[in-house]
């Protein structure tokens, strides 16, 4: 008992810790997933913005559901948000407490994805290079284009190999421009982020402490019940299976006797608990029939009261008046294929 | 008793030393960030200084706010700054102890941010190229106005076409850098002799003070820790006695129902006693279907009372 509420709190105060570890694989899994991931700006006017914002936008998109999908407690929320009232009221404190916490843990990964997207650079330059100041950066003495060209030539910013458009603004002061504002936004961006995170840290002792610590424990609880009760249904499956499966034993060697299709050998003596053991069955025939009976016809789910003294372990009372006529059925198809 | 001991001691150490590693870590990672971090200056008049001086200040305050905020004793210090006294009196030492120890933790990453940037260069070359006097180099002597702003402003820039072989523009960048890193290691000079002073003249005065305010610091938090976990043992035990009620309950019902003949215990030992009242398909659904639709009321005492 000891051991299990040493293991119990183990994972009580680990959940969170648990989850956490979750949140930041999830945050190194993005910039590693950006680094492996093969930027190719399309270079081409009409196709730069969608894919520049795409790579930007997307990504965080599908991280931030992964992070609702891989965390255990969104299954908890959703229980208890559509379990009918019953007896027990509902708190709706309780409920925005656990939304709030997962969506901030699934919060980090695209945050990160976003910060580290924007630091580095590529899809700023690439979205926007057609939207550089050329009036300002450019050469001053650049032959006069329509504005088709210009836009072609600006889309090959990205693109040195096949930038030419040297003379009407060099690569690498536009690519400088882009890559200076991109910095900025990721910074600006990372910077608040903080800022929120720390607020609604700092905030919160500040007001309504009591009521966070309420609905922090009936989380906890809730989640806490719906473990213990998965292991009692388990434990009382488990006495269910036992007493059910030495019942079939007893009733298959009950019949085997009444039926006089072999005459139980006596033990000896001596051999009092191994014989008890086994349930009746002592010769290769006899348990090649029990196996045969248990996978071709199952005992119902159904347990009796302990054995009467009449000997048939098939009819007694206590049973509940559902089930009347399917013992009996089960018995004349057990005896068909003696 | 033993075990109890050593957990508590296991917290008390283990409270100090995490924040030092979460420190130490923080101070690795901002390194970590401004090496992999792709400095580009955008060499244009209006926007070096902003990018340059945002380079070096914005990435401290942010570490510094993640600093406080991946500090638990932050926590700690919040709530026992706004809790209401009641019956335990609010003591401002221990306060404002907490409150230090945190600033100087979480001030370690920013400035680790800021000397790195400074003996670097690369910022300041980058923020203050366009406010160099030019008389004082050949090279943008005899330039017109506009035109070695704009060539200043390139300075950073190595690789710019116009820059590429100007001797002036490594004069220019090798005197920034030059002061750049007298600022960086003066710095770091004057911050560690203030550490070591701050250190070593701390026993001289009001050590007493000092000593009751780390203990109720380092017992507020220890408390909060417990609190936690009595909690959850509680919440532990609370659930089980409502399930096994909730077990019980239904195997009334059931007996209720089907008018059979009270059953002596054959075994109440553990599993067999959940047995007994559920022993068939039929009820074991109707148990979940309950467990579901009509969840038990959070009220143990009737279990109690039993």
């Known amino acids: 008992m000891d051991k299990f509420r040493m293991i119990f709190q183990f994972f009580q105060s680990n959940q969170e810790s648990f989850m956490n570890g979750i949140c930041g694989i999830m945050a190194l899994a993005s910039t590693q997933m950006y680094s492996a991931f093969d930027f190719n700006c399309p270079c081409l006017p009409q196709y730069n913005l969608a894919y520049g914002l795409g790579i930007l936008l997307v990504p965080p998109f599908i991280l931030f559901l992964l992070g609702f999908v891989l965390n255990n407690n969104i299954s908890m929320l959703a229980e208890e948000w559509r379990r009918p009232r019953g007896r027990r009221g509902k708190d709706p404190a309780v409920l925005r407490y656990m939304f709030c916490s997962m969506a901030q843990r699934a919060m980090i990964a695209p945050v990160v994805w976003l910060s580290v997207t924007l630091l580095d650079g590529k899809c700023i330059t690439c979205a926007f290079c057609t939207s550089v100041p050329v009036e300002t950066l450019g050469n001053a003495s650049h032959p006069r284009l329509s504005q088709g060209e210009v836009q072609r030539l600006l889309a090959q910013i990205p693109c040195k190999e096949i930038y030419n458009g040297q003379q009407l603004i060099a690569n690498e002061v536009a690519v400088r421009y882009l890559r200076c504002i991109s910095q900025a936004l990721g910074w600006c961006f990372v910077l608040l982020m903080t800022t929120l995170a720390f607020l609604v840290r700092s905030l919160r002792p500040c007001f309504s402490q009591a009521a966070f610590l309420k609905s922090r424990y009936w989380s906890h609880y809730i989640d806490i019940e719906r473990k213990l009760f998965d292991e009692t249904c388990a434990e009382h499956a488990r006495s269910f299976a036992k007493v059910c499966i030495q019942q079939f034993f007893e009733g298959m060697s009950t019949d085997l006797v009444a039926a006089h299709c072999h005459l139980p050998r006596k033990a000896p003596a001596d051999t009092g608990e191994a014989a008890e053991k086994l349930l009746g069955i002592t010769d290769q025939g006899t348990m090649n029939m029990a196996l045969k009976s248990w996978h071709r016809c199952k005992p119902p789910l159904h347990l009796h009261p302990p054995a009467q003294p009449t000997g048939n372990g098939w009819a007694g009372e206590g049973q509940p008046p559902t089930h009347p006529s399917a013992p009996r059925k089960e018995t004349a198809a057990y005896y068909s294929w003696v | ?306």
């Open chain 2, 1 to 306: 008793m033993d075990r109890f001991r050593m957990i508590f001691q296991y917290f008390q150490s283990n409270s100090e030393s995490v924040m030092n590693g979460i420190c130490g870590l923080l101070a690795l990672a901002s390194v970590k960030m401004y090496t992999s971090l792709d400095f580009s200056c955008p060499c244009l008049p209006q926007y070096n200084m902003a990018y340059g001086l945002g380079i070096m200040f914005v990435p401290p305050i942010i570490l510094f706010l993640c600093g406080l905020i991946l500090n638990r004793q932050s926590l700690v210090m919040l709530e026992e700054w706004r809790r209401p006294p009641g019956h335990r009196k609010k003591d401002q030492a221990v306060i404002r102890y907490m409150c230090s120890s945190i600033m100087q933790r979480a001030m370690v990453a920013p400035v680790v941010w800021i000397i790195v940037t400074l003996l670097d260069g690369k910022c300041l070359i980058c923020a203050f190229s366009g406010s160099m006097d030019p008389q004082k180099f050949v090279g943008f002597a005899n330039v017109s106005t506009e035109q070695v702003q704009l060539l200043l402003a390139k300075v950073p820039c190595k690789d710019d076409e116009l820059m590429r072989n100007n001797t002036s523009r490594k004069a220019v960048s090798r005197y920034l850098r030059c002061w750049s890193q007298a600022l960086g290691w003066s710095i770091l000079l004057i911050l560690i002799i203030a550490a070591f002073l701050a250190r070593w003249l701390r026993p001289c005065f009001s050590q007493a003070t000092l000593l009751q305010a780390r203990h109720w610091s380092n017992y507020i938090d220890i408390e909060q820790k417990i609190f936690e976990d009595t909690c959850c043992e509680h919440s532990r035990l609370f659930a089980h006695k409502c399930i096994l009620h909730f077990f019980e309950s239904m195997q009334q019902e059931i007996k209720l129902h089907s008018f059979s003949l009270p059953r002596e215990g054959e075994g109440a030992e553990g599993g067999e006693g959940l047995v007994q009242g559920i022993t068939d398909h039929d009820q074991v659904n109707k148990l979940l279907k309950t467990w579901y639709y009509e969840k038990p009321p959070l009220d143990v005492s009737q279990a109690h009372q039993r």
